[in-house]
T-cell receptor, first 117, second 114 residues
C-alpha cells in the first residue's frame, strides 16, 4: 500500500530536550516536505526537499532541522524544543517531473501531535 | 505572492441540504488549486484538484469545484450533505517555481446537523 508514515504519532516532551520525528514514504517520491498545523492558520511549510541531499527552508523553519540522506526518509529534528513548537506536524511527499509538478497530488502522513511543556 | 483566503471559518448545514465552502485565491500566474479534507484525528485527503484542463472539477464523495478566473475563486460545493462530510476543509494553491509548495487557506470547519 502506498503510504507516508510518521513516528511517533503523539509525543509529550519538555523544553530543550532534543527530539526527532521520522517520516518515510514507499512511493519513490523525490519531493518531501514538513508542515505544521495550528488552529486558524491552516498548514504552513517548515522545510522541503526536492531530492536526496537537497533541502530548503519553507515559511517557518526557525527551530527546526531536516536531513535527506535517503530518498524514502525525511526526519524532522528539533534540537531544543520550545512551547511555541507545540503543534500538529505533517509530512508529505509527491513525485516530480520536468514541469507541471505543482499539479501533482501530495500524499500526507497521519500526523504527529507534539506537546512541549 | 500567492495567497488563499477561505471566507468562512465555520459552516453549518443540515443533512441533505447543499454545501458551499468559499475560497478566493491570489496568484500572478496560472495556479494549481486543490481542496483537501481532514476528518477528526486523521490526515489530509485530496478531494479534487484544478490544473487548467477544465474549469469545473469533480472530486470524490460527490464534491465539485468551479474555477472562476475573473472572480479568482475556487468554491467547493456538494448538492446534498451527508453526516460523514463533517470535517475541516482546506483550499490550497501551488505553483512550480516555489518547488511546488502548497499554500493553505485557514480552513473551514463543516458541521452537518441531522
Amino acid at each position: 500500500e502506498a503510504q507516508v508514515t510518521q513516528n511517533p504519532r503523539y509525543l509529550i516532551t519538555v523544553t530543550g530536550k532534543k527530539l526527532t520525528v521520522t517520516c518515510s514514504q514507499n512511493m519513490n517520491h523525490e519531493y518531501m516536505s514538513w508542515y505544521r498545523q495550528d488552529p486558524g492558520l491552516g498548514l504552513r511549510q517548515i522545510y522541503y526537499s526536492m531530492n536526496v541531499e537537497v533541502t530548503d527552508k519553507g515559511d517557518v523553519p526557525e527551530g527546526y532541522k531536516v536531513s535527506r540522506k535517503e530518498k524514502r526518509n525525511f526526519p524532522l529534528i528539533l534540537e531544543s524544543p520550545s512551547p511555541n513548537q507545540t503543534s500538529l506536524y505533517f509530512c508529505a511527499s509527491r513525485s516530480t517531473g520536468t514541469s507541471g509538478f505543482s499539479s501533482y497530488e501530495q500524499y500526507f502522513g497521519p500526523g504527529t501531535r507534539l506537546t512541549v511543556t | 505572492a500567492q495567497s488563499v483566503t477561505q471566507l468562512d471559518s465555520h459552516v453549518s448545514v443540515s443533512e441533505g441540504t447543499p454545501v458551499l465552502l468559499r475560497c478566493n485565491y491570489s496568484s500572478s500566474y496560472s495556479p494549481s488549486l486543490f481542496w483537501y479534507v481532514q476528518h477528526p484525528n486523521k490526515g489530509l485527503q485530496l478531494l479534487l484538484k484544478y490544473t487548467s484542463a477544465a474549469t469545473l472539477v469533480k472530486g470524490i464523495n460527490g464534491f465539485e469545484a468551479e474555477f472562476k478566473k475573473s472572480e479568482t475563486s475556487f468554491h467547493l460545493t456538494k448538492p446534498s450533505a451527508h453526516m460523514s462530510d463533517a470535517a475541516e476543509y482546506f483550499c490550497v494553491v501551488s505553483r512550480d517555481n516555489q518547488g511546488g509548495k502548497l499554500i493553505f487557506g485557514q480552513g473551514t470547519e463543516l458541521s452537518v446537523k441531522p
